[in-house]
């Protein structure tokens, strides 16, 4: 429970300090991505003077354990995925995490973006099943090890 409740109070704090900057605002983002107004720079500038000197002092996990390993493979899902957010985040100024703040202001519009964003999630989320179970049903590892296709496609090491 109390570990909820620090997940629930960063994530307002966090959620304040979106709505305080003005990222909570679509036109002031997309203002920034056009250089028109780097003010955005500057909030994002202080985040990572913040956020460097904390990390370094934790660099256990806050709620105990050990950190996990993370490995992410560089293919062709990853950069078009990263290609499409930043394609909607220029197009609409929307990015999920400021959208849900910027609900949180009064921003209703901004519901469209986000149901939007859900949407795309699920879909992407079906496809990928899709997609691995027909990896699935073609890959085999000639060991006969069968985390082989599962690694395989999520990019990892098999075994």
């Given at each position: 429970m109390k570990r909820l409740a620090m997940f629930f109070i960063g994530g307002v704090v966090f959620g304040i300090g979106l709505a305080v900057s003005g990222m909570t605002r679509p036109e002031v983002v997309l203002s920034f991505l056009t250089f028109d107004d780097l003010g955005l720079l500057l909030v994002m500038g202080t985040a990572l003077a913040v956020a460097l000197p904390v990390f370094q002092l934790f660099s256990k996990?806050?709620?105990?354990?050990?950190?996990?390993?993370?490995?992410?493979?560089?293919?062709?899902?990853?950069?078009?995925?990263?290609?499409?957010?930043?394609?909607?985040?220029?197009?609409?100024?929307?990015?999920?995490?400021?959208?849900?703040?910027?609900?949180?202001?009064?921003?209703?519009?901004?519901?469209?973006?986000?149901?939007?964003?859900?949407?795309?999630?699920?879909?992407?989320?079906?496809?990928?099943?899709?997609?691995?179970?027909?990896?699935?049903?073609?890959?085999?590892?000639?060991?006969?090890d069968p985390s082989y296709p599962r690694n395989a496609v999520r990019g990892g090491a098999p075994g």
């Open positions: 996990p806050f709620f105990g354990g050990d950190p996990e390993p993370f490995s992410a493979a560089l293919n062709l899902r990853t950069v078009s995925g990263s290609v499409l957010f930043g394609v909607g985040w220029g197009v609409s100024g929307v990015c999920p995490g400021a959208a849900i703040a910027s609900v949180g202001t009064g921003n209703w519009p901004v519901l469209v973006a986000v149901a939007a964003m859900f949407v795309g999630a699920f879909v992407q989320g079906k496809l990928m099943d899709r997609g691995s179970a027909a990896t699935e049903s073609t890959t085999s590892d000639p060991s006969g």
